[in-house]
């Protein structure tokens, strides 16, 4: 569309943190550090590593994801169906395994039940019939907690959800697995808190200006270092993972990206949902393309081009 209004001679200011969006799209990019202007250039003189070193300060490099060598299976779902809020059937008879050492992206465009899917997953939201199976054993009806127990952490899409904004730092590091730090009368062990924080801190780099301090002044990028943070270091079997870069800087992203590949690379096991086809290619090893509540499309990554995705987001399948 924007290639279209500027056909008609239409002048287009626009925003993005997308280097690729700049390069194909703009004619001159103007590059903001810390509030101030760095510099004002056409995008045929800059190159999208030039572009991230003057957005960042410092080079950065983008995550890299090498072939895997899947492992054993670790979670299977057999013709899963689940509904959302309003009753409407948005996850339609869904089957697929996952084994470790692996990433399975799931593509869709918004709403069409990949949030139901990931809440099914996570315990959270029930399911209608049909069967998940974590490591060979049922895990259909267990409720959230319990699937946490055995090997299931879950990073929604919105850090609102997935962090109590209100609550502090240390408070928020062990908000899902709080029953880790409890003794004697389910009072929580503090110092056991503070320790958790810190290492959560030191590992993800989230930059903060005390524990006590509360989450909703850290910076996006740092609530999602936070969040990520605290569900890797459970040492899940398997990580779902909504939008885990969505609203992200250029260097948050390549952080948390790298982190994933990281932990696939550990033999775990991630299911990334993602609106951001750069995205799902960068970190999938599978990918399946959701529409209207089913798979309308799945295979290896090299299997996959970004024109026949975007027909599959858009319900064709031919």
């Known amino acids: 569309m924007l290639r279209e209004?500027?056909?008609?001679?239409?002048?287009?200011?626009?925003?993005?943190?997308?280097?690729?969006?700049?390069?194909?799209?703009?004619d001159r990019v103007t590059v903001l550090r810390g509030g101030d202007k760095v510099g004002t250039f056409s995008t045929e003189?800059?190159?999208?590593?030039?572009?991230?070193?003057?957005?960042v300060g410092r080079s950065v490099l983008p995550a890299r994801r090498?072939?895997?060598?899947?492992?054993?299976e670790v979670l299977r779902v057999e013709d899963l169906w689940v509904r959302d809020e309003r009753g409407v059937q948005s996850v339609r008879g869904v089957s697929f395994e996952l084994k470790r050492g692996e990433i399975l992206g799931i593509a869709g465009?918004?709403?069409?039940?990949?949030?139901?899917?990931?809440?099914?997953?996570?315990?959270?939201?029930?399911?209608?019939?049909?069967?998940?199976?974590?490591?060979?054993?049922?895990?259909?009806?267990?409720?959230?907690?319990?699937?946490?127990?055995?090997?299931?952490?879950?990073?929604?899409?919105?850090?609102a959800v997935g962090l109590l904004l209100d609550m502090s730092v240390m408070?928020?590091?062990?908000?899902?697995?709080?029953?880790?730090?409890?003794?004697?009368?389910?009072?929580?062990?503090?110092?056991?808190?503070?320790e958790r924080a810190n290492e959560i801190i030191s590992k993800?780099?989230?930059i903060v200006s005390s524990l006590k301090a509360q989450v909703r002044y850290l910076s996006g990028g740092n609530q999602q270092r936070l969040l990520v943070g605290r569900e890797?270091?459970?040492?899940?079997?398997?990580?779902?993972?909504?939008?885990?870069?969505?609203?992200?800087?250029?260097?948050?992203?390549?952080f948390i990206r790298s982190t994933m590949l990281?932990?696939?690379?550990?033999?775990?096991?991630?299911?990334?949902?993602?609106?951001?086809?750069?995205?799902?290619?960068?970190?999938?090893?599978?990918?399946?393309?959701?529409?209207?509540?089913?798979?309308l499309g799945m295979g290896r990554n090299e299997d996959f081009t970004a024109e026949r995705v975007g027909l599959l987001m858009g319900g064709v399948s031919a």
């Not at 008609?8 to 390069?23: A, M, Q």
């Not at 049909?130 to 929604?156: D, F, K, M, N, S």
């Not at 270091?233 to 390549?254: F, M, N, R, S």
């Open 45 to 55: 003189s800059v190159s999208e590593e030039d572009l991230a070193l003057m957005m």
């Open 5 to 26: 209004l500027r056909a008609e001679g239409i002048s287009i200011v626009f925003i993005t943190h997308k280097l690729r969006e700049v390069k194909e799209l703009a």
């Open 66 to 72: 090498r072939p895997s060598s899947p492992g054993e």
């Open 262 to 295: 990281r932990f696939r690379d550990e033999g775990k096991a991630l299911i990334v949902i993602s609106t951001d086809l750069d995205e799902v290619f960068e970190l999938s090893d599978r990918i399946a393309v959701m529409y209207e509540g089913r798979f």
């Open 171 to 194: 408070e928020n590091s062990i908000l899902t697995s709080l029953e880790r730090f409890l003794g004697a009368f389910g009072r929580i062990i503090w110092p056991l808190a503070v």
């Open 109 to 159: 465009v918004q709403g069409n039940g990949q949030l139901e899917l990931a809440e099914a997953l996570a315990g959270i939201r029930s399911v209608e019939r049909g069967r998940i199976l974590l490591r060979g054993e049922e895990i259909t009806e267990l409720p959230a907690g319990e699937r946490y127990r055995r090997g299931i952490a879950y990073v929604p899409d919105s850090r």
């Open 204 to 206: 993800f780099n989230v």
């Open 232 to 254: 890797i270091l459970k040492d899940p079997d398997v990580l779902v993972i909504c939008e885990p870069t969505q609203g992200l800087d250029i260097a948050a992203t390549e």
